[in-house]
């Protein structure tokens, strides 16, 4: 279901405490399963605070303003261009204290149904076929970081977000885009492991502790980038020397920082000059650039057109 309120928290913890035993979701609805239920909370508010729920796989983002979610004692600012993922059974504090309304399209997939899904996607035909429902479900821990918002994962969420229809959302469409949404997750996740596995050749545990530390420089490089952002400030959230963290960053992401600062930037000034009417030279500014025959330049090389041009041909 799509709702565009946050269930009273008291009731919500109850219910999670008690594992939705008694089937009853938001409104009195009833539910198919006992656990967690899939939901996506598409809210607007200034202010709110809920803190330490034990959710399961959901991915926090949102429409329109900022909000922040903390995990394993670590906060995250999540803005329009990202979401951030926690895994089941994780327990995830969520925040908004804005001057403008944020609108939240926080997407909670139930357990029975992320259990089954993975079950049947990571299982072999015959191995469904012979086993059914009864298959073992296989273990996946997202990592907890900010993602970028690409042009699949913008499309999957303007599905979901089309399956409400005249405050009723259509079931079947509902569970096809969350069945999509995992898929993307899980391939975007495989890609992660191989990312890691083809990192210097170290231990597996390091590895996977030096990803998690170039996923924290990540997390504040898409917090930060519209500013000016030293070396010494994205190899200190990463715990590294920066020459360490240079070296690893090239490695994984197969640009500098620099070079990723950049292209970041490009993208929100071709998202700005799609959906505003801001003068370019206000984008500029807004975006960190000296002046905006700096963006002009930058903006022609990595989009084979001046700003101005594109905005003619989008709009």
């Known amino acids: 279901m799509i709702t565009n309120r946050f269930p009273n928290l008291q009731w919500l913890k109850t219910q999670i405490d008690q594992r939705f035993q008694n089937r009853c979701g938001m409104d009195k609805q009833l539910l198919e399963t006992a656990g967690f239920p899939s939901c996506v ?3 607007k508010v200034k202010e709110t605070y809920r803190p330490d729920i034990m959710g399961p796989i959901s991915l926090f983002l949102n429409v329109q303003g900022n909000s922040r979610c903390k995990v394993d004692g670590r906060t ?10 926690t895994n089941r059974f994780q327990t995830y504090t969520l925040e908004i204290e804005n001057q403008q309304p944020s609108e939240t399209f926080n997407i909670h997939i139930g357990e029975y149904f992320s259990e ?27 990592h907890n970081r900010l993602y970028r918002r690409d042009a699949t994962f913008n499309a999957l969420i303007k599905e979901l977000q089309q399956s409400k229809q005249d405050n009723i959302t259509d079931r079947l469409l509902f569970e096809e885009c969350l069945t999509d949404l995992l898929m993307h997750l899980l391939v975007q996740h495989r890609d992660q492991l191989q990312t890691i596995a083809n990192m210097p050749p170290i231990k597996p545990s390091t590895k996977l502790e030096l990803y998690k530390r ?9 917090a930060s980038y519209a500013g000016q952002i030293e070396l010494d400030e994205m190899s200190n959230a990463a715990c590294l020397s920066k020459f360490h963290f240079l070296r690893l960053f090239k490695h994984v992401y197969h640009v500098s920082p620099y070079q990723y600062i950049q292209q970041l930037r490009v993208e929100k000034a071709g998202q700005l000059l799609e959906n505003t009417l801001l003068p370019v030279a206000d984008i500029a500014s807004l975006l960190g650039f000296a002046n905006s025959n700096s963006l002009s330049r930058l903006f022609a090389q990595r989009k084979g057109v001046y700003p101005s041009k594109y905005r ?4």
Do not use: C, R, W
């Open 214 to 222: 170039l996923a924290l420089a990540t997390d504040f490089i898409h």
């Open 41 to 43: 909370i598409n809210a």
């Open 116 to 142: 089954q899904f993975l079950a049947s996607a990571m299982h072999s035909s015959d191995t469904l076929l012979n086993e059914g429902k009864q298959l073992t479900v296989p273990t996946v821990a997202f």
């Open 76 to 85: 995250v600012s999540i803005n329009e261009e990202a979401y951030f993922i």
């Open 312 to 315: 003619e041909m989008v709009n």
